[in-house]
């Protein structure tokens, strides 16, 4: 039986659930959350900010924990921790409750995304990694597309946010379900990736693409700063109505699919050393056009930013991994992952503080500098990596 075939839509419906739903899902209920959970952007911000450390603890824990329960247990209690945030996030009767739950989400879905791609690339040869990292990230926007209209329609009345996440929990509990009737890789091969990842060596090998992981923190700097803050910059700051909001996520959950699927097409022949340079690009346009006022504007903007939002780790992480030695592979693919979210971290925290001094519209030049500074790096990096290559 051909494992990777049935593991590969199960990881493509965990992304979907554990990021599509479950993280940036909450810039899309943000305004409704804020309006019955009162209080400052800087504080919503920090709540995604610990959301997002609690996923690189889970990520960081998920060789140990893989080491012991292999793929088919972590993937399977993850996503019911997953269901069991989403139910008791509903409940939340403060903002410190709702910071809690989320810290717990991030932890599941931590274990939750490692488990899936690990596994499903585990059920592939190598040579395939790349076009199986682009499918399965897709699943990010398919989640992302599915909820857009159950964000519009939570801003209609008080308390319907709850509503959404009681329901989001649904599919997660079903994901778990159908993981204990997929073949997953024998334990034996979970026990053994999970021992090789020695975060030092990654390091070590990666010291010439400082520029690559500066660029990739900077992306996750102003991605995430979008998602967070974009649909409560339309709604509040450009009087945006329910149906342009609808459209807004749907057109960044679209674009985002259209990124990923043409991101091999990206790592081929000649467009390969110009790939991160293009994705990070793409966004500050999508950064510069959200300047404009407008609906327009803003739905241009989220098409632009979505075409690079899953596109970019995928090429940043098959740049970090071919990069090092081949049993470094894992190592290289958590620093790169730290890198990121170190950025992501950064973004939410920082911005909700300007926010509540300069207003909701000064995101959009943060969310501007992020990409720009990114492509600036990203740039260096394929200088570098051209001077070093000419010189070897």
């Not at 199960?10 to 959350?33: Q, S």
Request: charged share 10%.
């Amino acid at each position: 039986m051909n494992t990777g075939r049935l593991i590969l839509p199960l990881a493509a419906a965990a992304l979907a659930v554990d990021i599509g739903v479950t993280r940036l899902g909450f810039g899309l209920t943000l305004p409704a959350m804020k309006a019955e959970l009162p209080g400052t952007f800087g504080l919503y911000g920090m709540i995604a900010t610990l959301h997002l450390g609690s996923y690189l603890v889970g990520s960081m824990l998920a060789p140990l924990v893989l080491r012991r329960l292999g793929w088919r247990s972590v993937f399977v209690w993850a996503h019911l921790l997953v269901a069991l945030g989403l139910v008791v996030q509903a409940q939340a009767a403060s903002v410190e409750m709702l910071a809690a739950v989320r810290v717990f989400l991030g932890l599941s879905t931590g274990l939750g995304v490692l488990s899936a791609l690990g596994a499903s690339l585990e059920s592939v040869e190598p040579r395939r990694w790349m076009l199986v990292s682009a499918v399965i990230w897709t699943g990010v926007a398919l989640g992302m597309v599915i909820s857009a209209p159950a964000g519009s329609w939570a801003l209609e009345q008080t308390g319907r946010w709850r509503t959404v996440s009681m329901v989001c929990a649904a599919p997660a509990l079903v994901i778990a379900v159908l993981a204990g009737l997929v073949p997953f890789p024998p334990y034996a091969a979970a026990r053994a990736g999970a021992h090789k990842v020695r975060m030092i060596d990654g390091l070590r090998q990666l010291r010439d693409s400082t520029y690559l992981l500066v660029a990739y923190a900077l992306y996750g700097f102003a991605y995430f700063v979008y998602a967070t803050f974009a649909l409560t910059r339309l709604v509040q700051g450009l009087a945006g109505t329910l149906t342009s909001a609808a459209w807004l996520w749907t057109a960044f959950g679209v674009t985002a699919a259209v990124g990923s699927l043409a991101m091999p097409l990206l790592m081929r022949g000649r467009l390969r050393p110009h790939a991160m340079t293009a994705t990070v690009a793409i966004g500050a346009l999508g950064a510069l056009a959200s300047l404009g006022t407008g609906n327009g504007f803003a739905i241009a903007s989220a098409m632009l930013v979505g075409l690079g939002l899953t596109a970019a780790p995928a090429v940043a992480s098959a740049y970090a991994r071919e990069r090092v030695d081949a049993d470094v592979g894992p190592s290289a693919l958590a620093v790169a992952t730290i890198a990121c979210a170190a950025g992501q971290m950064a973004g939410p925290v920082l911005t909700g503080v300007v926010i509540d001094v300069f207003g909701i519209e000064s995101m959009a030049v943060l969310v501007l500098v992020g990409y720009a500074l990114a492509t600036v790096f990203a740039k260096l990096d394929q200088l570098h990596q051209m001077r070093m290559h000419q010189s070897s």
